[in-house]
Nanobody, 119 residues
Framework: QVQLVESGGGLVQAGGSLRLSCAAS????????MGWFRQAPGEEREFVAS????????YYADSVKGRFTIARDNAKNTGYLQMDSLKPEDTAVYYC????????????WGQGTQVTVSS
C-alpha cells in the first residue's frame, strides 16, 4: 500500500524559505511521477510542480517558476519542494501526490502540510 508522508510546513515571513519533504513507501516509484499541489482557503486545489522519478524532468506552475525547486532522492524514496522568496499568496495546505506514468490522474495523496507566509 502506497503511503506518502509530508513534513516541513510552518510559518515564515515573506521573502523567507521552507523545504517540504514527502516520504514515499509501499512500492517502487521508478515509473511514477511525484507532484506537489496546494489549496488555499476557499480556493480550488492547484498544481505547483512535478518531477518524473526516473528522468528527473521537472514541471512548474508559472506562479512558482524561478522560486520553487522540486527534487527527489532515489535512495530515500523522498521528494522535496524547496520554496524560496515566499509570498503571502503562497499560503496554503501543500500536498504531495504520486501517479503512474501510464495515467494522468494522481491517485495517491499525502495528508497535507500547512504553509503560512506572513507579510
Amino acid at each position: 500500500q502506497v503511503q506518502l508522508v509530508e513534513s516541513g510546513g510552518g510559518l515564515v515571513q515573506a521573502g523567507g524559505s521552507l523545504r517540504l519533504s514527502c516520504a514515499a513507501s509501499g512500492r517502487s516509484f521508478s515509473r511514477y511521477a511525484m507532484g506537489w499541489f496546494r489549496q488555499a482557503p476557499g480556493e480550488e486545489r492547484e498544481f505547483v510542480a512535478s518531477i518524473v522519478w526516473n528522468s528527473g524532468r521537472t514541471y512548474y506552475a508559472d506562479s512558482v517558476k524561478g522560486r520553487f525547486t522540486i527534487a527527489r532522492d532515489n535512495a530515500k524514496n523522498t521528494g522535496y519542494l524547496q520554496m524560496d522568496s515566499l509570498k503571502p499568496e503562497d499560503t496554503a495546505v501543500y500536498y504531495c501526490a504520486v501517479r503512474s506514468m501510464v495515467v494522468t490522474d494522481y491517485d495517491y495523496w499525502g495528508q497535507g502540510t500547512q504553509v503560512t507566509v506572513s507579510s
